[in-house]
C-alpha cells in the first residue's frame, strides 16, 4: 500500500488524497510525504495509523520516508509515530498540548471512551458549551465503532482545533466491516454509497430492519452528527468500502435538515480506492450558529415532517376514473 | 420511586450500556409492579440520543405510550429535555 501526504489535505480538498491511496499491495506500507510542508486533516492521520496497526498486528512491513517538511513534527506530537512504533528520529520537547489538539488516541471499549472524554476536555480549553457537540460526536462515533464494525483495532481518533477560524477539526476512523456490510445484515445497499446514504437517513440502523431502530439502536446518530455539521456551516466526511459522501459548506441563510442526505448540498463518490472500514472527518465551527438546542428543534421538525410523509404513504386513496 | 441518573452516568450521559442497565433492573420491574417513576437528571448537563434513546425507548415500545403517564422526567436542562422530546416523538410513531 502506498499513501503520500502532500502539501495540504483538507476536508474540502480531500478527493484527491483519498483518490492517490494505493491499496494494492498489503505487504508493506509505504509512507511518503511532501519535502516542504505538510498540513494534513486529523482524519488523515487517523486513516495511516489504522493501516498501520493493520500491518503491525500482521507483521507487515511500513516503511515511512524519513520526513524532511517543517512541519514534521506536528505528525510526532500528535504521537503517529509512538502508535505504530516507529521512530520518527526527531528530538520533540513536549509540551502540554492544552488548548491545541487531542493525538491520535486508539479507543477500544466503553470505558477507555468514557476516560478519553473526561481527559480530552482540558485538552481543548474551550468553555463548556463549545464542548458539548465535540463530545457529542466522539461519543457517538466511537459507540457506532463498537457496536457495528467489529473492527480489532477499536476506533482511531484525533483532533486539532484552530483559533484563528473557532473550528475544531475531528477524525474517527476504524478498519472493521465496513457500513455496506453492516446494513447488509437487514439492507439491500447495492453500493457503498448507497449503504452510507442509508446509513445518515434517520430511522435506518445496522441491527434490525424495523424503522424506528431497536432497545438500543435508533439509527439515529450519524444523522445527528450530519446535521450538527450543517448547522455549523461546514464539512462532513464519510467514507466506506469505494464510496465516500461529502457535505458541503452551505451558506444560504436559513439552514433546512433534510431525513434524505442527497437533498443537503453534498459531493459523492463511489469508485475510491477500496477502504477496509469506516473513515469519518468532521469540520466544526464552534461560532454562534452552532446552536445545539437550535439543532435539537430542527432535528423534532425533521422527524415531524418525515411523519407525515410516512403518513400519506400510509393512507390509501380511492380509485377514480 | 426515583432514579438519580447523574449518581449512574454523571455529568455526560452518553453510556448506553448504562442506561440499557437502568432500564431493565429499574425503570421496567418498577412499571411492571404497577409504580409510578421519576428520573431525575439533576446536575446531567447534556445527554447523547443515543443513551435516551437506550433508558426509555423500550420502555414505551413494552408498554405503550400511555407509559408516560407513569414517568416524570425530573430536573432535565433544556438539551436534555429537547433529546427527551425527539426520543419520545418517534417512539410514537414506531409502536
Known sequence: MRIHLPNSVWIGNIDQFISSFDNSNTNILEITSHKKWVSVHPVVLCMITALGLLMNKNNKEISFEKMEARSKHYFERMGLFDVLNLDSEMKVEHHEPTGRFIPIQ??????????????MIPLLH????????????????????????????????????????????????????????????????????DA?????????????????????????GLFFIKSLTKISRDFFLIYSGNGAYKLLKDNKKEIKLFSDPLKDHHSKKESYPHWQGTVVGIDLCLNETLNFNKLLDLIRN???????????????????I | MEINIYQKVGSFAENKDIAKKIRIKEILPILDANSDIILDFKDVESATQ?????????????????????????????????????VIEYMQDHT
Open chain 1, 302 to 320: 425533521v422527524y415531524r415532517e418525515s411523519r407525515k410523509e410516512q403518513n400519506k404513504a400510509k393512507y390509501k386513496k380511492g380509485k377514480f
Open chain 2, 50 to 86: 443515543s443513551f435516551i434513546h437506550a433508558l426509555i425507548s423500550d420502555v414505551i415500545r413494552k408498554h405503550g405510550i400511555e407509559v408516560l403517564d407513569k414517568i416524570t422526567f425530573k430536573n432535565c436542562n433544556i438539551t436534555v429535555k429537547k433529546i427527551i422530546e425527539i
Open chain 1, 196 to 220: 452510507i446514504t442509508l446509513a445518515l437517513t434517520p430511522g435506518i440502523t445496522g441491527t434490525t430492519h424495523k424503522i424506528g431502530g431497536t432497545a438500543t439502536n435508533a439509527g439515529a
Open chain 1, 106 to 119: 486508539i479507543i477500544k471499549n466503553t470505558s477507555m471512551l468514557e476516560d478519553f472524554i473526561k481527559e
Open chain 1, 126 to 193: 474551550l468553555q463548556p458549551e463549545k464542548v458539548e457537540p465535540i463530545k457529542y460526536i466522539i461519543s457517538e462515533l466511537v459507540r457506532n465503532v463498537f457496536e457495528h464494525a467489529e473492527s480489532q483495532n477499536g476506533a482511531i481518533v484525533c483532533a486539532q482545533y484552530y483559533k484563528k477560524s473557532n473550528t475544531i477539526r475531528i477524525g474517527v476512523v476504524d478498519s472493521g466491516v465496513g457500513i455496506k456490510n453492516t446494513l447488509k445484515r437487514y439492507y439491500h445497499p447495492v453500493s457503498d454509497l
